[in-house]
């Protein structure tokens, strides 16, 4: 009698403390802030009469949202799978017209960044709460900008996050303060989710939807990324079913405990950072990423990037690394430092101290680094590659000859290598896809005799996708080695000439610098436009030693979408050039079309002679 006394007491308290902890609006103290913040938690019916942890959703609201999340499906999930939502909110400041301080150079108005905020209201919610602290218990999405950011913190924290939603998310924005902020492209950012479990979802109309389906062609280029992608009939708003079906998405990505990777990148627009054990500190003061690609136990290339990808490195930086603890502890390590603009090795001795982390320090030019002792496994990794020993563009239509500039950062001999090149890249065939080479000795360098034959008859892309060939390569050998590795390779597409081209050379004051007689000298900076029907600053491509730097002017308004997106070069010709050496560019420009927001790309093939008017080529 007493125990069914018991259990209805049981029940009655469970019915009269439902309405109060299935769904409660606090708040908290933020340092980042300097104020409270408020939050929207969500927790399953049974929290206060068990003693069990649960795993974590962070929510993250689109724009002119807040924390205040209100969907049916989010109380009746959260009681039937156990798990716990946490609604955020993304404004730095209650006045704000846009949360998260992203955007265009004219949103960003605070010192104060999200990235920092967020990592206080996880630490907050863990110790509140009885969560599930480790990263298999923890996920986040978000929907439109919040889907941008949601990737955004994935990306910057992938060891935090076991699962990441971007619904319907603003493709690429810009992040960081009003003195430096730098441009962030989802779609050539995947690389630093490779861990995470990705969902990205699309509409069939509606803004975003065009520029969405560049970010998703930009996630089918990496090759393991754990990534699924869904696309809903209608516009911009949460489509019905769409946030439960990423909730579920959630559920099923906390049964599988993600694991540290063997092997990862990352790419970090802030001067200092911690991704999987790893600190680096540096002096980075502009806009810019410090760049870390293929980190394993055996090492890393390391660079910074003006922009992403493939921008140039950044003068004047300093850069401390500091490993995880994955070395034998107190223990003598070679360390290998392999310049690629110069070919330059060094090899020195360094310890370990007692936790097993090893620190060094590179200035910002892209080099790889080898970490070893004598005898441990080789380790391959491309350096670079040439085209019928020229050049670095794959010829359109006709047989490439394609050498590959490898380098053994490992602490043994590579012997009997068997290379094998693949890529999804549709029109692109591999003739020759397999190579094998004797040997590489240890902290050397060398050109593989042999070549990969590879025709590429793909054609450009037409909108804002990623256009280079994106390869993949496997190398395997004796003694177990198993090494793989991945580069891009550009195609100099059989396009139409772009005759009737402008060169702003500083006659503008704007764009280009130089003595503003609109012909490209040595010593200028220049923009080019193709101006055969209205004036279009152009993006270059190029592989031409006498230029020797070059900015990207971005234009990314999102409050006025049809005049945003669009990339352009300013090129620095360097001071030897000759006059009148001629230079050849893969161009193209973008247009817009309104309200949709779509962006059209036409290529074209741009010849300048230095020293020359245009028109006289």
């Not at 986040?140 to 935090?160: E, Q, R, T």
């Not at 690394?321 to 090795?345: C, E, I, W």
Request: net charge negative; glycine share 8%; charged share 25%.
């Amino acid at each position: 009698m007493i125990r069914k006394r018991t259990l209805i007491n049981l029940f009655v308290l469970f019915i009269y403390i439902a309405p109060c902890f299935g769904q409660e609006d606090q708040i908290f103290f933020s340092n980042t802030f300097g104020k409270e913040r408020p939050y929207r938690v969500f927790l399953p019916l049974e929290y206060h009469i068990t003693e069990k942890k649960y795993p974590v959703v962070y929510y993250l609201h689109g724009n002119k949202g807040d924390h205040k999340l209100e969907a049916e499906c989010v109380n009746r999930l959260v009681n039937m799978y156990s798990f716990i939502v946490v609604a955020s909110n993304g404004y730095s400041d209650d006045s704000d017209i846009r949360p998260y301080n992203v955007g265009n150079h004219s949103n960003m108005n605070y010192p104060m960044q999200f990235k920092d905020y967020f990592i206080e209201l996880i630490r907050f919610i863990d110790t509140t709460y009885r969560t599930q602290s480790e990263r298999s218990g923890r996920a986040i999405a978000g929907h439109s900008m919040g889907g941008f950011m949601a990737f955004f913190l994935a990306g910057k924290y992938p060891d935090l996050f076991n699962a990441a939603v971007n619904m319907k998310g603003s493709p690429e924005f810009f992040i960081g303060t009003s003195h430096k902020h730098t441009f962030y492209p989802v779609r050539y950012l995947f690389k630093n989710m490779n861990e995470v479990k990705n969902l990205f979802t699309n509409s069939t109309n509606g803004e975003l939807v065009f520029l969405n389906n560049e970010v998703h062609s930009g996630a089918l280029r990496e090759m393991g990324l754990n990534y699924l992608y869904r696309q809903y009939e209608g516009g911009h708003d949460l489509a019905d079913g769409e946030l439960e079906h990423a909730l579920k998405f959630i559920i099923e990505s906390f049964k599988e405990h993600g694991s540290k990777p063997d092997r990862w990148h990352h790419a970090d627009l802030y001067p200092d950072f911690d991704v999987w054990g790893y600190e680096v500190q540096s002096n980075l003061s502009i806009p810019g990423y410090i760049e870390m690609r293929g980190v394993t136990l055996g090492g890393m290339g390391i660079t910074t990037r003006q922009w992403q990808p493939y921008g140039r490195t950044i003068p004047d930086i300093e850069m401390n690394v500091k490993t995880a603890p994955v070395y034998q502890p107190n223990t003598v390590y070679r360390l290998l430092d392999y310049m690629n603009n110069t070919g330059k090795t060094t090899v020195t001795d360094v310890h370990s101290d007692n936790k097993g982390r090893i620190q060094f320090q590179v200035d910002g030019e892209s080099r790889q680094i080898g970490i070893f002792r004598n005898g441990d496994p080789a380790e391959i990794v491309y350096l670079g590659h040439k085209v019928n020993d020229q050049g670095t563009f794959l010829e359109h239509n006709r047989e490439s000859c394609v050498k590959l500039h490898l380098l053994n950062r490992g602490g043994s001999t590579g012997k009997n290598l068997f290379l094998r090149l693949s890529t999804t890249t549709e029109g692109v065939d591999i003739l020759t896809p397999e190579i094998i080479i004797k040997e590489i000795s240890s902290s050397k360098d060398t050109w593989i005799p042999s070549d990969f034959k590879i025709i590429a008859s793909n054609m450009p892309t037409t909108d804002g996708s990623p256009f280079m060939v994106r390869f993949n390569l496997t190398i395997s050998g004796d003694d177990g080695l198993s090494c793989k590795d991945e580069f891009d390779v550009p195609v100099f597409y059989n396009v139409p000439e772009f005759t009737n081209i402008g060169i702003d050379d500083g006659d503008t004051e704007i764009f280009g610098s130089g003595n503003g007689n609109n012909i490209a000298d040595p010593g200028e900076y220049i923009s080019i436009y193709e101006i055969s029907n209205g004036s279009k600053r152009t993006r270059l491509y190029y592989d031409d030693p006498y230029i020797d730097d070059e900015r990207i002017i971005y234009e990314m308004q999102p409050d006025k979408w049809g005049d945003g997106y669009t990339l352009s070069s300013v090129i620095h010709i360097s001071d030897d050039c000759p006059v009148g050496h001629q230079i050849k560019f893969l161009a193209c420009y973008e247009v817009k079309e309104w309200k949709n927001i779509k962006r059209n790309v036409t290529w074209g093939i741009i010849t300048i002679t230095v020293g020359s008017n245009s028109s006289d080529n």
